[in-house]
């Protein structure tokens, strides 16, 4: 309840400030005059951002997203009802998919840049996630993005859930990626003995038996790692840091291996050289056509 009071106040108190800086979703009018910071190569640079109530939160968002000029953005505790459109929050160069809570608070969405092919592969009906597929030519670059929200009282079911859904058994694909806000500070990622915890014993099997690495090594709220990126295969891994988010919680960078051909190159155009132009000769010409 304390959670959905705070939103539905932060709500109605920033619906105008939120409405001019969101500028109607324009990306000239979210940007800042930041420079982006570009990664070399083909890598996939992903943004992970707790928002904790996205909607007062638009111009800030956008401004770490383009301060990175990240690839795909993993985003939790957006605090968005259903029938808040996609528009109303989220820029037209990058396609949106969001797993919202079917109450106020919660809720998870994934943002990938529109010059790669992505499909939803999956949303959970019962947790909190929301799975997306990054194609590339062939099956071999293709990348699997989840994305998380387990609240703190939350039991291990969730924990179940992705273990069933990202076994080799399953139909989940050997590239993959989950992030997110999973609020288990106490946890052991680097899959220790349970000694009869329940909750280790699940992460053990999703980690160990699932082929998955954690990448993320400092706190990302105080002294609590809740935020926190599993990447298969570990060879794919580049680089992990974290950054001033715009919550509590520290935004996560991670840059992967990027998918090669799967990236579609931009077009190129012509640009006319009017100031090249035989204007005499293109006015004798015209004299003579007529």
Not at 43 to 53: A, F, G, K, T, Y
Not at 100 to 123: M, P, Q, Y
Not at 163 to 191: C, E, H, Y
Request: net charge negative.
């Amino acid at each position: 309840m304390e959670a959905e009071e705070a939103g539905e106040k932060a709500e109605k108190e920033s619906k105008d400030s939120a409405e001019k800086k969101k500028g109607g979703g324009s990306k000239d009018q979210m940007q800042t005059m930041a420079q982006a910071y570009k990664f070399g190569g083909k890598s996939l640079v992903l943004l992970q951002v707790n928002c904790r109530s996205i909607y007062n939160k638009a111009f800030e968002f956008w401004n770490l997203v383009d301060t990175y000029n990240a690839d795909i953005i993993i985003g939790t505790e957006l605090w968005l009802r259903e029938e808040t459109g996609n528009t109303e929050i989220f820029r037209a160069d990058y396609t949106t998919f969001r797993r919202d809570r079917h109450t106020r608070a919660g809720g998870v969405f994934i943002c990938v840049k529109n010059n790669l092919t992505c499909s939803e592969r999956w949303v959970d009906d019962d947790f909190e996630i929301t799975a997306v597929e990054i194609k590339g030519s062939d099956s071999k670059d293709t990348w699997e993005v989840i994305g998380i929200y387990r609240a703190p009282s939350e039991d291990v079911q969730v924990i179940e859930r992705l273990a069933d859904r990202t076994g080799f058994l399953s139909t989940s694909m050997k590239l993959s990626i989950m992030g997110g806000t999973w609020n288990l500070p106490q946890v052991d990622w680097k899959g220790v003995a349970d000694h009869g915890n329940v909750t280790q014993a699940f992460i053990n099997r999703l980690v160990q038996e699932n082929g998955y690495t954690q990448v993320v090594d400092t706190p990302t709220r105080g002294n609590s790692l809740l935020d926190i990126y599993l990447i298969r295969p570990e060879s794919a891994f580049i680089t992990c840091s974290t950054v001033q988010g715009i919550s509590d919680h520290c935004g996560i960078l991670l840059e992967v291996e990027g998918i090669g051909s799967g990236v579609e190159p931009q077009q190129k155009r012509s640009v006319p050289a009017y100031h090249k132009t035989d204007v005499i000769g293109l006015q004798t010409f015209l004299w003579d056509t007529n």
